[in-house]
C-alpha cells in the first residue's frame, strides 16, 4: 500500500510560479516511476512528467523548459517546479506512484487526491 498526499496548489497570475508536492507513505519500495498528472474540467487525464528509478525524467512537450518533476528519496517527496503558468496550465493536479512508466501502470498504480491549479490571465 502506498499512500499520496499533494500539496501546494493554488491559484496565480500568468507568467507566475507554483511548486507542488506530493508526500509519499507506505510501501514505496514496490514503485519504479512517480509522475504528475492533471485534469481539467471537460477534458481527460494527461501526464505532465514522470520520473524514473534511476533519476530520469520525462514531460510532455508543452510544458518542457517550464516545469521540473524532481524527487527525494530520502523524504519520500515528489515536486513539480512550475513557472511560467499559462492559463492552459490550469486544472487539478494528481500525484502517481506505478511500478512502471506507463500509463497502465499508472491507471494500476497509486493516486494522490489531486490539488487545484488556477491561473489567471
Known amino acids: 500500500q502506498v499512500q499520496l498526499v499533494e500539496s501546494g496548489g493554488g491559484s496565480v497570475q500568468a507568467g507566475g510560479s507554483l511548486r507542488l508536492s506530493c508526500a509519499a507513505s507506505g510501501y514505496t519500495y514496490s514503485t519504479n516511476c512517480m509522475g504528475w498528472f492533471r485534469q481539467a474540467p471537460g477534458k481527460e487525464r494527461e501526464a505532465v512528467a514522470t520520473i524514473d528509478s534511476d533519476g530520469s525524467t520525462s514531460y510532455v512537450e508543452y510544458v518542457e523548459g517550464r516545469f521540473t518533476i524532481s524527487q527525494d528519496n530520502a523524504k519520500n517527496t515528489l515536486d513539480l517546479q512550475m513557472n511560467s503558468l499559462k492559463p492552459e496550465d490550469a486544472a487539478t493536479y494528481y500525484c502517481?506512484?506505478?511500478?512502471?512508466?506507463?500509463?497502465?501502470?499508472?491507471?494500476?498504480?497509486?493516486w494522490g487526491q489531486g490539488t487545484q491549479v488556477t491561473v489567471s490571465s
Open positions: 502517481a506512484a506505478s511500478s512502471g512508466c506507463s500509463w497502465g501502470g499508472f491507471m494500476s498504480g497509486y
